[in-house]
């Protein structure tokens, strides 16, 4: 097995499509999604567009659809949830679908809906995904960060790091077998830094302090959980988990 780490949906190669493709957006749509699924909702649709979303889940019954929307790190008006977890309550999303858009974190989802395994993964899911792709063990796994707007994010690349850590040190093999490409072995370095204290890493990265001025601290608390969620959220059908 080879994972390939992708900072932003922008740098995935456009002409390769992996065995397994896992979206990262830690802070917070990824959270969200694995948040959402584990209190009982039925699924969670993706969508990079708001306009789309509005027209997909018209057909869906009301009292089963749930509209989350996020641009910015703020609710976007109309819509019925912004993407905290912590709206994700078994009273509230329970057999319900989420139709959902963020401002990145649906769009490196749907970079990567042509891949043969789609998974959604945060750290509060980790070890659920990992043992997941363990047991599967396909030849390629590609672990793409959402980022902001086409830019690096710190939180995602430790949360890919947290992933491809687990996973290596169940596979055995060396580094240099593991990783297929530099970023793998800077995100493996970077996650061996922070582990003890993500909390602190979030804090001091930039889309952490947009979510702080705008009064998330609790969310960023939880978002730094480390495998407390035994949810394994993969695509049944594009941009469906
Ligand atoms: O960018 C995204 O997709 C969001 O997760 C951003 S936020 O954390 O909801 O602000």
Known sequence: MQVYIYHTPERVPPDWVPD?????????????????LAAGAEAVQVFSDLEDLEQVSQAWPAEQRIRVGERGGKKVEGFDLGNSPFDCTPERV????????????????????????????????????????????????????????????????????????????????????????DETVAA???????????????????????????GSLDDLKY??????LDVLPIQTEPKVL
């Open 20 to 36: 397994c493709a896992i979206a990262v957006d830690v802070l917070r749509a990824t959270t969200t999604i694995a948040t959402a």
């Open 223 to 228: 978002c730094a959980q480390t495998d407390i």
């Open 94 to 181: 329970k057999d319900c679908r989420l139709f959902m858009s963020t401002t990145n974190g649906t769009r490196s989802l749907a970079r990567i809906q042509s891949a043969k395994i789609v998974l959604a993964a945060a750290l509060v899911n980790r070890a659920a995904v990992v043992n997941y792709v363990h047991q599967l063990y396909p030849p390629t796994v590609w672990i793409v960060g959402s980022g902001w707007e086409g830019a690096y994010s710190l939180e995602d690349t430790v949360c890919a790091g947290a992933i491809a850590h687990s996973l290596w040190m169940l596979t055995g093999l060396s580094v240099a077998e593991f990783a297929g490409n």
């Open 188 to 214: 493996l370095a970077l996650y061996r830094h922070y582990e003890h204290d993500l909390l602190s890493l979030f804090h001091q990265a930039s889309h952490g302090q947009r979510l702080l001025k705008l």
